[in-house]
């Protein structure tokens, strides 16, 4: 297919030898399956801040911190300079904790290259290669949904000790590799000891596991992971 204008930069620089063809579009950015190092990966194209539907960026972002006092003052004050750091700020969050979650043994997709506003990474496929379904796209049975629910809580767990709370975690950002639940879209991943909105998001994470989950295996939603023993 026709290389994306955002992907030309990548192309041209041989990071990616071809574009195979669409992935998924989403709220934040659009996915694309691409060849690079002779094999297929993902190719995660972020949205500008005024093509983005994503509301409340800043209580995510709190307790992320910038050491250059004179970027600090330029993102307070909201300047176009200030504007353009917050942007890279929040696209750089993703790389590093998927790195950081990586390492911690944390199943995310492992990042290969970052640059342009382009992030690519590793596949993620399904037992037959092909692309991995989000949990949204398939219907567990009960023993399997509950066995993903203590695997992503599993996940859950070491993302918190890691210090992070994925915020927006739900059957929307979680793919079914061949292997097990694989967690994506990090940007609005916040600090779990730094950002005050931290317990709250943790809390919303779990009612959304449960309460998706809970569908296929109704007990869930009387557990202690339960919808109803959150007060959000």
Same mark, same amino acid.
């Given at each position: %297919?026709?290389?994306?204008?955002?992907?030309?930069?990548?192309?041209?620089?041989?990071?990616?030898?071809?574009?195979?063809?669409?992935?998924?579009?989403?709220? =934040?950015?659009?996915?694309?399956?691409?060849?690079?190092?002779?094999?297929?990966?993902?190719?995660?194209?972020?949205?500008?801040?005024?093509?983005?539907?994503?509301?409340?960026?800043? /209580?995510?972002?709190?307790?992320?911190?910038?050491?250059?006092?004179?970027?600090?003052?330029?993102?307070?004050?909201?300047?176009?300079?200030?504007?353009?750091?917050?942007?890279?700020?929040? /696209?750089?969050?993703?790389? =590093?904790?998927?790195?950081?979650?990586?390492?911690?043994?944390?199943?995310?997709?492992?990042?290969?290259?970052?640059?342009?506003?382009?992030?690519?990474?590793?596949?993620?496929?399904?037992? /037959?290669? =092909? #692309?991995?379904?989000?949990?949204?796209?398939?219907?567990?049975?009960?023993?399997?949904?509950?066995?993903?629910? =203590?695997?992503?809580?599993?996940?859950?767990?070491?993302?918190?000790?890691?210090? %992070?709370?994925?915020?927006?975690?739900?059957?929307?950002?979680?793919?079914?590799?061949?292997?097990?639940?694989?967690?994506?879209?990090?940007? /609005?991943?916040?600090?779990?000891?730094?950002?005050?909105?931290?317990?709250?998001?943790?809390?919303?994470?779990?009612?959304?596991?449960?309460?998706?989950?809970?569908?296929?295996? #109704?007990?869930?939603?009387?557990?202690?992971?339960?919808?109803? %023993?959150?007060?959000?």
């Amino acid at each position: %297919m026709k290389i994306p204008e955002p992907l030309l930069p990548l192309f041209e620089a041989g990071v990616i030898t071809d574009v195979v063809r669409p992935l998924m579009a989403g709220k =934040e950015a659009s996915v694309y399956l691409v060849r690079a190092q002779d094999e297929l990966r993902c190719a995660k194209v972020y949205k500008s801040a005024t093509e983005r539907s994503f509301r409340q960026r800043s /209580q995510y972002s709190e307790g992320r911190t910038v050491r250059n006092s004179r970027q600090r003052r330029a993102m307070a004050k909201g300047s176009k300079y200030g504007k353009q750091l917050l942007e890279a700020a929040w /696209q750089n969050a993703e790389v =590093e904790w998927l790195f950081r979650l990586h390492n911690a043994g944390v199943r995310v997709p492992v990042p290969h290259h970052f640059s342009d506003d382009v992030l690519v990474m590793e596949l993620v496929t399904d037992a /037959q290669g =092909e #692309p991995a379904p989000r949990l949204y796209d398939i219907r567990p049975s009960r023993d399997e949904a509950l066995a993903l629910h =203590e695997t992503l809580i599993r996940q859950v767990v070491l993302m918190l000790c890691e210090g %992070m709370v994925h915020g927006d975690l739900s059957e929307y950002n979680i793919l079914m590799s061949g292997t097990g639940p694989v967690v994506i879209d990090l940007p /609005q991943a916040c600090d779990a000891a730094q950002n005050r909105n931290a317990a709250r998001l943790l809390k919303r994470d779990l009612k959304n596991l449960a309460m998706y989950l809970g569908r296929f295996a #109704p007990r869930l939603r009387r557990t202690r992971f339960g919808p109803e %023993m959150w007060a959000l």
